[in-house]
């Protein structure tokens, strides 16, 4: 069945880093453009970026923008968050989310999560 | 930003009885609302896009309306699997969700 799986997430220190991958199955992955999207623990969510299904065009929400690179390789169907310069609130579960289209900027297919906590 | 406001915070309700749940934006987004469902510990489910077009395999009972500002997700009578916490989210000016309304059992 279309799934994602995300990995990579663990405990790192304040202005570390990270590289986080979403692993896609059972659908057709260069057809779509692809989202991380966040939930910081008992809070609501909150959209990080987004890359178009050819890696063309990258686009990022402003709290991330500069810190964080989106990318992706087609070839081997895995999604990447590259996070930079870490800081305590960016402590989260982290999603890896389909859209809909490329893009159409709904959500129709989401991963289980990653934590990333970011701790001292 | 465009801010998506959420009314109310937390719903109390019975098995059976319907829902109406308000999102307003801050600014007028045509119909590019949607509406996801989160269950504890699991991923958001998308259930409805372009305000009132219901996602795949969602069921009837769910429903959205609304149009430039303000938008609501009813569901018509509520089954003990809809109790939840329900976002909208806005595609117009970038990406921005709601805060979320949490549906509790009565």
């Known amino acids: 069945q279309v799934q994602l799986v995300e990995s990579g997430g663990g405990v790192v220190q304040p202005g570390g880093s990270l590289r986080l991958s979403c692993a896609a199955s059972?659908?057709?992955?260069?057809?779509?453009?692809m989202h991380w999207v966040r939930q910081a623990p008992g809070k609501g969510l909150e959209w990080m970026a987004v890359?178009?299904?050819?890696?063309?065009?990258?686009y990022y929400g402003d709290s991330v923008k500069g810190r964080f690179t989106i990318s992706r390789d087609n070839s081997r169907n895995t999604l990447y968050l590259h996070m930079d310069t870490l800081r305590v609130e960016d402590t989260a579960v982290y999603y890896c989310a389909r859209d809909t289209g490329d893009p159409r900027w709904y959500f129709d297919v989401w991963g289980r999560g990653t934590l990333v906590t970011v701790s001292s | 930003e465009l801010v998506l406001t959420q009314s109310p915070a937390t719903l109390s309700l019975s098995p059976g009885e319907r829902a109406t749940l308000s999102c307003r934006a801050s600014?007028?987004?045509?119909?590019?609302i949607a509406w996801y469902q989160q269950k504890p510990g699991q991923a958001p489910r998308l259930l409805i896009y372009d305000a009132s077009n219901r996602a795949t395999g969602i069921p009837a009972r769910f429903s959205g309306g609304g149009s430039a500002t303000d938008f609501t997700l009813t569901i018509s009578s509520l089954e003990p699997e809809d109790f939840a916490v329900y976002y909208c989210q806005q595609r117009s000016n970038w990406i921005t969700f709601g805060q979320g309304t949490r549906l509790d059992i009565k």
């Open positions: 890359i178009r299904n050819d890696g063309s065009r990258k």
């Open positions: 059972d659908f057709t992955f260069r057809d779509f453009a």
């Open positions: 600014q007028s987004v045509a119909s590019y």
